[in-house]
């Protein structure tokens, strides 16, 4: 009996994916007609670039778009405007201190060619500098807010209470998180005599990735940016990670560098440019690490979302939203892990840069 | 032509797969035999698999860009 069940649902399930595999392609068919007939297709490449890189406006929702202020530093002086102007029109912004055009989010002079026409081979013209306030700065100034107001918050109602007594609130869901970075990341890799120098440092490292993953993640207006999948962001935080372990460094560092002990000498002068080298390729690839996964995570789930406007079929629908759904579960996840990845290897390299010889 | 930085990147992925893949076997079977020592042995994968995976993007990040 319960053998015939079993082949009964069996059969079932065959039978649901046969009648599956064979109803697809005449959506997919009719998908292909529709396609055809609209004047305008799909390019999910563009749409997962766009959504990816840095832009000087925010989307909202369908034609909906939040301008962002453009500061610029042209040869006129300082010259500050809405960035309305470069999506809607001709593209081109006039103002009292001269006339620029944008060409892949790059703002430059609008030239003798590119000001009537406004063309992308068409100018050639110089750039001024760009300190706008993008999507990308407009995202990090609003984490930063968001940390600063959290954390001086906990922080004050330790001052209040006391750190021997229970704590509440926001201060009881991240006592255990700051504790975990001090006693299993910091402190077996420091040591328990050197860490109290750098713990505060690699708290925030921690906290502000972490955080900014998830504000990544968010997929409606005030998150969603690509900030710690952008290479400017995670080279500038594996820098100061960089120049942290060079300045901590101490003799029996640099001594492993430059003049490996227990090395004959002919091989010492061939080790000591791969070592400086290492020191670099560490910090390197912290940096290519955080951006690849983080926009790499970005580009698969938009990659599946765009499956249903390419195929435009309830079918697929059907079957991508759990994949996206599973893809962002594992994003957090990977949020998280970044976060933790990049505050032990720093720590690790600290510890590294700091520990005692003591074995020679 | 596209085809054959995907061929590369696809590559470098496979290797890294089989890298991380060799790493966390072996963690497992670690793990199983001292199951005390869960904690040190999880920070040691979870390292040297964030080492393999720097090389791999760095395989993937050259065929792409």
Known sequence: MVGLVRTGTKNLRNLAVTVFFLTAPIFFAQANNVEEDSTETFKPGEMIMHHVQDTHEFHLWGELAMPLPVILWTDHGLDVFMSGGFYHGDGTVETSKGSYVMHHEKIYYAGVHGGEHGEAEEVHAAMPLDFSITRNVFSL???????????????????????????????????????????????????????????????????????????????????????????????????????????????????????????????????????????????????????????????????????????????????????????????LLVAAIQAYVFALLTSLFIGMAVADDDHH | MTTIPGIAAGLAVLGAGLGIGRIGGSAMEAIARQPEATSKIQTAMIISAALIEGVAFFGVATALF
């Not at chain 1, 001052?159 to 609130?169: N, Q």
């Not at chain 1, 791969?274 to 790499?296: C, D, H, P, W, Y």
Request: aromatic share 16%.
């Open chain 1, 141 to 331: 100034l609003m984490s930063f807010a968001l940390i600063s107001w959290l954390f001086i918050s906990i922080a004050n109602s330790y001052k209040k209470r006391g750190s021997k007594s229970a704590p509440k609130g926001a201060q009881s869901f991240f006592e255990p998180i700051i504790l975990f970075v001090r006693d299993d990341i910091v402190i077996p890799n420091i040591g328990e005599k050197k860490y109290e120098k750098y713990l505060p440092y690699i708290l925030t490292l921690f906290f502000f990735i972490w955080i900014n993953n998830l504000i990544g993640l968010v997929p409606f207006f005030p998150g969603g940016s690509n900030l710690s999948g952008n290479i400017a962001f995670t080279f500038t935080l594996s820098l100061l990670t960089y120049i942290i372990v060079q300045f901590s460094g101490n003799k029996a560092y640099w001594k492993h560098i430059f003049w490996m002990p227990g090395v004959p000498v002919p091989v010492r002068f061939i080790l000591a440019p791969i070592e400086l080298l290492g020191t670099v390729s560490k910090a390197f690839a912290l940096m290519i690490r955080l951006f690849a996964n983080i926009t790499g995570g970005h580009i698969v789930v938009l990659s599946l979302a765009s499956m249903v406007f390419l195929f435009k079929s309830y079918i697929v629908g059907g079957v991508v939203t759990p994949f996206v759904l599973f893809i962002m579960v594992l994003e």
